[in-house]
Nanobody, 126 residues
Framework: QLQFVESGGGLVQPGGSLRLSCAAS????????IGWFRQAPGKEHEGVAC????????DYADSVKGRFTIARDNAKNTVYLQMNSLKPEDTAVYYC???????????????????WGQGTQVTVSS
């Protein structure tokens, strides 16, 4: 069975940090580009960061550039999202997702991804 398990969310004060993990089972993660998306209440999914399977290149939303870092550990079949200097507007449910194609460059477009985790809540508040 193909699935993701996300972890690492929680409550953090503005300026704090969190590291989200996305562990895959049932398929080999490094064959696929992986994206992190988020959805705040009343808003649509927003692409946050992605990492390509072909060359490990990355892309980030402008709102998180310089603060978030995506990385993969193929030995652990896991992708991480390190989030620093968190702001209240980063509050959302965060999802990881796998590209529907093999060995493609990643894009921050949710419609290119067809396997999704259950999400983990991130709340940034004082």
């Amino acid at each position: 069975q193909l699935q993701f398990v996300e972890s690492g969310g929680g409550l953090v004060q503005p300026g704090g940090s969190l590291r989200l993990s996305c562990a895959a089972s049932g398929f080999t993660l490094d064959y696929y580009s992986i994206g992190w998306f988020r959805q705040a209440p009343g808003k649509e999914h927003e692409g946050v960061a992605c990492i390509s399977s072909s060359d490990d290149s990355t892309d980030y939303a402008d709102s998180v550039k310089g603060r978030f870092t995506i990385a993969r550990d193929n030995a652990k079949n896991t992708v991480y999202l390190q989030m620093n200097s968190l702001k209240p507007e980063d509050t959302a449910v965060y999802y990881c997702a796998a590209d529907q194609g093999l060995f493609r460059l990643c894009v921050l477009n949710q419609y290119e991804y067809n396997r999704w985790g259950q999400g983990t809540q991130v709340t940034v508040s004082s």
